[in-house]
DNA sequence: TTGGGACTAGAGCGATCACTCTACGCCGAG
DNA sequence: CTCGGCGTAGAGTGATCGCTCTAGTCCCAA
């Protein structure tokens, strides 16, 4: 791994854990393992490039996860609930930590700092159409609406999740957002 | 407004803006009108217990508002359609600013503050005991799965609606709450 | 009138913030 | 072997962080 490697992936770990401002550079320099003076010269913008490079790096590596759930013809509700039950399982095995690298940094930066907002809404979209393209595949000829809930069920119940340090919420999210999933097939 | 009541209203609306890590006490004693002295005597704790205490107190806002649209012997299922378009134009005239003041804090805090951490749980197991209230004079008997999802529906809408500078999801997300509702009451 | 607690007021503390600066090691090109 | 630039390396920058400290103001009770 490269040293620019480390440095977004270091950075994804500890926005997960502590968010955009509560992570300070030098923490970022220390996990990853290199010197000050590097990150400069691989992020000449400093911590805000390297948070809007660490964004759409966590928005690519999540966006794999929804082909490797939804894509090959899986059925769209069973992806779904394992979509959702993986997920549980990766919150808890994390001790409830860096569910999703993009949610706690979006809120923090949302009315604060534009090229991160902005990055984080891309981000957003991305996996909205993405997800939409498999719904349609699915069945589903408008599925915006059904992406638009699952999507929000999904990131409420983490909030929830690592709040309560408990898994159940996303395990009663993902059995709503297989309901919500199947229920706007067409019936044959 | 007493001076500690306007400390705690004005940590509020910067919570939900900046989050806790990103609002400096400076900001807080501004926006309150107070010296910096006058802080530390009302909440000889500091930040955190400031933090704490507003957490508090947003969350007894909160649930006054779930009361308004559930009490009074509301239809749960028109009660929660009218709650997530009342929610969105709330966070369209408020420029997109503190939809929800305590998931900000929370998501920031989760792995990293264990008092505020708690506070924020206890916050949201708040609101969804009396949201389950609500859910069973309406007719749910086992409400946990209903009020968790609608939840998990709200929050997840916030931030899509926060980062993306658009409501559009809090209504997709209130439709789909008041389907969630309406299915889990038993038919007569 | 005077004493004392509640509260206001803000200068100043060490620590930490994001960031800059200069120097040096490495390695392929000529 | 020498050169040049890429990347490593970390001490040092002013600014800001949360917080402490002492002094002063206010108002009610004795």
């Not at 490797?68 to 959702?84: L, P, R």
């Not at 690592?162 to 199947?182: C, F, K, L, Q, S």
């Amino acid at each position: 791994m490269t040293t620019r490697e480390r440095f977004i992936t270091s950075t994804a770990e500890l926005f997960g854990r502590q968010g955009y401002t509560g992570t300070a550079v030098k923490q970022i320099v220390e996990a990853a393992g290199a010197p000050f003076g590097s990150m400069y010269h691989h992020f000449p913008g400093g911590k805000e490039q390297l948070g809007v490079d660490t964004l759409r790096w966590s928005g690519a590596i999540y966006a794999q996860l929804i082909d490797i759930f939804y894509g090959g013809g899986a059925d769209i509700v069973s992806a779904t609930a394992a979509f959702f039950d993986a997920a549980a399982d990766t919150v808890r095995d994390a001790d409830y930590a860096d569910a999703c690298p993009i949610a706690t940094v979006a809120l923090e930066v949302a009315s604060t700092n534009e090229p991160l907002r902005q990055a984080s809404a891309e981000v957003f979209e991305s996996w909205l159409a993405s997800f939409d393209d498999y719904l349609r595949i699915g069945g589903i000829a408008s599925p915006r609406d059904v992406s638009v809930s699952v999507f929000t069920l999904l990131e409420g119940a983490f909030l929830l999740a690592r709040t309560t340090r408990d898994v159940a919420p996303i395990r009663i999210a993902g059995r709503t957002a297989a309901e919500v999933v199947g229920a706007a097939i067409p019936q044959s």
